[in-house]
């Protein structure tokens, strides 16, 4: 369904008509790529934490969450960085540039907020998203040459640099804060990068 999807996107958004049997060999792969996934759960560093709140660190530890935003004119993206208490960190709203495909957005979320990360010099990270998709693809050890598995490839080398990155999948409630970060990226007042203060738009959603 998913690739039916991406295929219905690429028609409508690109004028790109894909043939039956390239579409065919994207649901071999993705099927592949998902049936891997699951047979490895039990080595898999993807947790899904089946929480609807967000839950406290042990010590040393700093959590950011993340989430993508879909727009009329594109797309925007949220993280928040809070430490083992849930106090404010950090935070960094941008766009995107990526159009309006879902799983691309929340993809290049991951990266954008990933290179935002090493370049604050953070480490020793537990990520939280609540796009299931991308945890389990980021885990995967099948190759993805597509765009969005091009991207994620990227992800998983700027997670190597930073070092010890971790990848939680959470329900959306637990990623609210990321989530209403994100929406108001559609607004030029909240792109930009915040340190112990957090932004307007979610300084009443959390602790500083």
């Known amino acids: 369904m998913w690739s039916i999807w991406a295929c219905w996107n690429d028609l409508v958004w690109k004028d790109i008509a ?4 390239a579409v065919r060999r994207q649901v071999e792969v993705v099927s592949s790529l998902w049936f891997d996934t ?5 080595t898999s560093t993807v947790i899904d934490t089946n929480s609807g709140s967000w839950i406290l660190l042990p010590i040393n530890k700093l959590k950011c969450n993340v989430d993508a935003a879909i727009f009329y004119d594109g797309a925007g993206f949220g993280a928040v ?9 950090a935070a960094y709203g941008a766009r995107l540039e990526c159009g309006r495909d879902p799983f691309l957005a929340e993809s290049m979320a991951v990266k954008e ?3 935002w990360l090493k370049a604050r010099g953070f480490n020793n990270l537990l990520l939280e998203f609540d796009c299931l998709s ?8 099948s190759l993805d040459l597509s765009c969005v ?10 997670s190597s640099d930073i070092g010890n990155v971790s990848v939680h999948h ?16 559609g607004s030029l007042s909240s792109l930009g ?3 112990s203060v957090p932004p307007i738009c979610i300084s009443h959603l959390i602790d500083y």
Do not use: D
Request: proline share 3%; charged share 10%; aromatic share 12%.
């Open 38 to 42: 699951y047979s490895k759960t039990s």
């Open 170 to 185: 959470v329900m959306r409630s637990a990623n609210h804060v990321a989530h209403v970060l994100a929406r108001a990226t």
């Open 81 to 89: 960085v809070r430490n083992h208490e849930g106090k404010f960190v």
């Open 149 to 158: 598995g091009l991207i994620v490839m990227q992800c998983r080398s700027i």
């Open 193 to 195: 990068s915040w340190v």
């Open 134 to 141: 991308f945890c389990y693809s980021f885990n995967a050890t």
């Open 113 to 115: 907020a990933l290179a």
């Open 18 to 21: 894909p043939l039956p049997f």
